[in-house]
């Protein structure tokens, strides 16, 4: 027995146990002390995209809904419900209320017209004006995205929308379990590394670690290699089998934001398209416009993302037309002096339409300044050269080539000749005159009846 506790003593001071114990207790701490800040930021994050994804939605169907509240058309706010609710299979619910509780358009056509009844349920966020709370309804819980419908600063109704929240749990599953079952593995082969030299093991864990580091921080996985086929060698595998699966779940949450980004877009074409709808000789003139504008930004070799930012801007550059009575826009005939200043109040006007919803805001400077002129004289700001944004004085060139070619009821529309003479006569007056200049250059390449160089796609 005494020599049996003597050889244990020994075995515990020798340098072969004092290094596997320093190996096991260090795959201990890596294991350990990364795999709960990884679920944490894991989970962190998957909420806050969810939190996102589901601001952008309601937000993006407030815009249009306010619209249909005003015209009372409750036809348009069941079909946006509805579309909304069946653009993705984890809505639950998307409900448009009075602002007295009463249901106005529901996904579920039989809920419409009963009263909403509010869930008690825990307070998650408030994303830009959407407040966000985890509810029980019906049975299931649901993240519920409530999102009011404003005009004029006024709330004229509510937008509910619950997302189902067995889709958040499942992903953190997935994930808690990947993060698990490398820890798991980690622990095993610590234990059986005891019986490897220090340098052995120190190049791999290294490795793991710095994949693990690049992975808290966001970064793309890379595989890590595996220098052997031992326990080490398997672990380093299942990482880079867990680095993927994370990798996969973040490709499927931006495809959801890829998807609601062709939504926005579509949201603001329709848009265009029904201002220029109420007069037939303006029908194509935002898509003419941005066609123009996107091949200016080509030539100032602009990046895609700020090209679709411009395009975006044309297609709402003329949104506050929208209150403007058609006496005016259809007038066949010059307009008087008061009719001249309610027209020129559309900028004003599609800057304020675009304050109901943040998503748009970073398209008010070009919608707001348009109609500036180079020399101070434009409006409504009588903004004077580089105090001009860029993309609005792109624009205001897009906008007058358009105009000065397009047929009115009260003239022809004019050449291109004769619109390029009319333009440069007003190079330093109301043009910039270098973009002057260099929209004069693009016009060679312009043409009226297709899209420059893929700009659909580019949109």
Not at 44 to 71: C, D, H, M
Not at 206 to 230: C, M, N, Q, Y
Request: hydrophobic residues 45%; glycine residues 6%.
């Amino acid at each position: 027995m005494r020599l049996s506790r003597e050889t244990v003593r020994i075995g515990f001071r020798s340098i072969g146990c004092k290094l596997s114990l320093a190996i096991f207790l260090m795959v201990l701490l890596l294991t350990g002390g990364l795999a709960a800040p990884i679920m944490r930021i894991m989970d962190s994050f998957l909420l806050q995209e969810l939190i996102k994804r589901g601001a952008s939605v309601s937000q993006s169907a407030a815009t249009p809904a306010a619209y249909s509240l005003l015209a009372n058309d409750r036809l348009a706010l069941d079909n946006l419900a509805a579309k909304i609710a069946a653009s993705q299979p984890d809505i639950g619910y998307l409900a448009i209320v009075s602002p007295q509780g009463k249901i106005l358009a529901h996904n579920r056509l039989d809920a419409t017209g009963l009263p909403f009844e509010s869930a008690a349920g825990e307070a998650i966020a408030v994303s830009a004006g959407t407040q966000v709370r985890k509810i029980l309804r019906e049975a299931r819980e649901f993240y519920e995205f409530s999102t009011p419908i404003l005009f004029s600063e006024k709330v004229v109704g509510n937008i509910y929308m619950g997302i189902d929240a067995v889709t958040l749990e499942t992903s953190r599953q997935q994930a808690r379990r990947a993060i698990a079952t490398v820890a798991i593995i980690t622990t095993i082969l610590g234990v059986a590394a005891i019986l490897l030299l220090s340098t052995l093991i120190t190049a791999p864990v290294k490795r793991l670690a710095a994949g693990v580091a690049r992975l808290k921080a966001g970064e793309l996985p890379t595989t890590i290699h595996a220098t052997s086929g031992d326990e080490l060698g398997r672990l380093t595998c299942e990482f880079n089998e867990m680095a993927h699966t994370i990798a996969g779940q973040r490709s499927r949450l931006e495809e959801h934001a890829r998807e609601l980004e062709e939504s926005y877009t579509s949201m603001v074409r329709i848009l265009a398209a029904s201002i220029e709808a109420r007069d037939h000789y303006t029908l194509g003139h935002s898509t003419r416009v941005a066609n123009l504008s996107v091949l200016v930004g080509r030539h100032l070799e602009w990046d895609p993302e700020v090209l679709k930012d411009l395009a975006l801007s044309c297609f709402l550059h003329d949104l506050g037309k929208i209150r403007v009575p058609d006496a005016i826009l259809k007038k066949p005939g010059p307009l008087d002096p008061e009719e001249m200043q309610a027209l020129r109040r559309h900028p004003e006007h599609g800057a304020d339409i675009l304050r109901l919803s943040e998503s748009l805001h970073r398209h008010i400077p070009t919608v707001l300044h348009h109609h500036e002129w180079y020399n101070g004289q434009g409006y409504p700001a009588g903004l004077r050269g580089d105090e001009i944004p860029l993309p609005a004085a792109i624009v205001s060139l897009a906008d007058t080539y358009d105009a000065l070619t397009s047929c009115r009821p009260y003239r022809a529309g004019r050449s291109r000749e004769e619109a390029v003479r009319e333009i440069h006569r007003f190079r330093g007056i109301q043009f910039a005159p270098a973009l002057t200049d260099l929209f004069i250059e693009v016009l060679k390449d312009y043409s009226a009846e297709s899209s420059p160089m893929g700009l659909e796609v580019a949109v």
